[in-house]
């Protein structure tokens, strides 16, 4: 008998995206950017702050931002004029698409970067406003992070407890994300010109989405979600969760070396052994059950 669901589907979906990525990883970047808020005096896309890219293989960190590119060009320790700010924007944002048209067929790993609100987009038409030529990367090479776990594990996989979905599961699975910045705050920091905040901002962000990445495709991420969330309330959902449950392994296991464990060793014992593991799951289909 085969048991699934359109939900063990979604999450089978999910979790050989992952393995690919895993597989893929020399070819894998993660990007994550900074921007000024979305609201703004002048009526206009937001201006690119801080655009930070990790390689998922030797684990280093690029980054294009206007504390670096002011700093190359000796207005670190001025106030920015709107003409100052367009120049260096314009210059790490030359220098991201240079990274970019050198990486174009890489696998691009992102944190809901999908619309012209927070996207790929914006910065495509920041860089043409300033007279730039963006390069485009191709849709099939563009993941959303955030929506592989929610295919994983469900749209319950974290709770926004004010900092974002991002740091709150960061957090959770004890990655230290200090210097990370919550959205609104790289905004308060650009209107206070801490350029240098957001700069390090945007890289503890790719670190840490690295960081899941690498955890959940492991499968060792820890997530807020129940198992009948990820796995679906249905009996093919115990069952998937069963299967994959540690005790599964153990029953597996001890079904295999039972014939020849009894013949050496005949003894009442064995039945305890067997039992210990079916009584965890029982367990745990009754909290199911009442849940």
């Known amino acids: 008998m085969t048991f699934d669901s359109p939900r063990l589907a979604e999450r089978r979906q999910g979790r050989n995206t992952l393995l690919y990525l895993l597989h893929q990883r020399t070819k894998v970047r993660i990007i994550h950017y900074a921007c000024e808020s979305f609201i703004n005096p ?48 314009r210059d790490l944002l030359t220098k991201f698409y240079k990274y970019i048209r050198a990486n174009k067929s890489c696998k691009w790993i992102h944190w ?52 974002g979905k991002l740091l709150a599961l960061a957090k959770r699975n004890g990655f230290k994300s200090i210097r990370a910045l919550r959205g609104i705050e790289e905004a308060e920091a650009f209107s206070r010109q801490e350029y240098q905040l957001l700069h390090h901002s945007t890289q503890k962000k790719v670190e840490g989405l690295a960081f899941i990445l690498e955890e959940a495709a492991q499968g060792n991420l820890k997530v807020a979600a129940r198992f009948y969330h990820i796995y679906g309330s249905n009996f093919p959902g115990f069952v998937r ?8 392994s153990i029953l597996s296991m ?38």
């Not at 390689?55 to 931002?65: A, I, L």
């Not at 969760?241 to 599964?248: G, I």
């Not at 060793?265 to 210990?276: E, G, H, M, N, W």
Request: zero cysteines.
């Open 112 to 163: 809901k970067m999908k619309d012209f609100t927070y996207g790929f987009q914006v910065l495509e038409l920041r860089f043409k406003s300033l007279k730039g030529k963006p390069v485009k990367i191709q849709h099939e090479n563009k993941y959303d992070l955030s929506e592989i776990l929610r295919q994983v594990y469900s749209n319950n996989f974290e709770v926004n407890d004010g900092t």
């Open 241 to 248: 969760w069963a299967m994959e449950h540690p005790t599964y």
């Open 42 to 89: 002048y009526d206009r896309t937001p201006r690119i702050t801080s655009v930070s890219i990790y390689d998922f293989d030797n684990k280093q960190v690029e980054s294009f931002s206007i504390h670096l590119s002011a700093q190359e060009m000796g207005l670190v320790n001025k106030n920015l004029s709107e003409h100052e700010l367009d120049i260096v924007e």
């Open 254 to 291: 001890i079904a295999t070396l039972y014939p020849l464990y009894s013949i050496l060793f005949p003894s009442k014992q064995t039945i305890l052994i067997t039992v210990a593991p079916v009584i965890g799951i029982l367990k745990e289909l009754l909290n199911f059950i009442a849940s």
